[in-house]
Nanobody, 127 residues
Framework: QVQLVESGGGLAPSGGSLRLSCRGW????????MAWVRQGPGKELDWVSS????????DYLDSVKGRFTVSRNNAIREIYLQMNDLKPEDTAMYYC????????????????????RGQGTQVTISS
């Protein structure tokens, strides 16, 4: 059974930084690309970033490019999202998710399975 637990959210000022972490187990962590998605208040779920299984390639939502950096440490089964220059529109519940198929570089939001997503960590940015 896939289990993912996020941490690191909180309240930060506009222009501030936060680093999210996600630990995963119940699957062969090093074989799967992983993703970060978020859901703002009253909004739909949005894909934010993904990272290949090896960490060799990453991808980002246009609005976070240059501000967010995704990384992973397969030895300890964790992925991270470093978020800098935060803006009020980044306020959301952030979830990490396991991409459905092994040996892929990334995955799109429609392909993510609800059961392969963590419980989320809240990020709130004050203006």
């Amino acid at each position: 059974q896939v289990q993912l637990v996020e941490s690191g959210g909180g309240l930060a000022p506009s222009g501030g930084s936060l680093r999210l972490s996600c630990r995963g187990w119940g699957f062969n962590f090093g074989l799967f690309a992983m993703a970060w998605v978020r859901q703002g208040p009253g909004k739909e779920l949005d894909w934010v970033s993904s990272i290949a299984a090896s960490g060799s390639s990453t991808d980002y939502l246009d609005s976070v490019k240059g501000r967010f950096t995704v990384s992973r440490n397969n030895a300890i089964r964790e992925i991270y999202l470093q978020m800098n220059d935060l803006k009020p529109e980044d306020t959301a519940m952030y979830y990490c998710a396991k991409c459905p198929k092994p040996y892929t570089a990334s995955c799109a939001l429609p392909n993510l399975l609800p059961e392969d997503r963590g419980q989320g960590t809240q990020v709130t940015i004050s203006s």
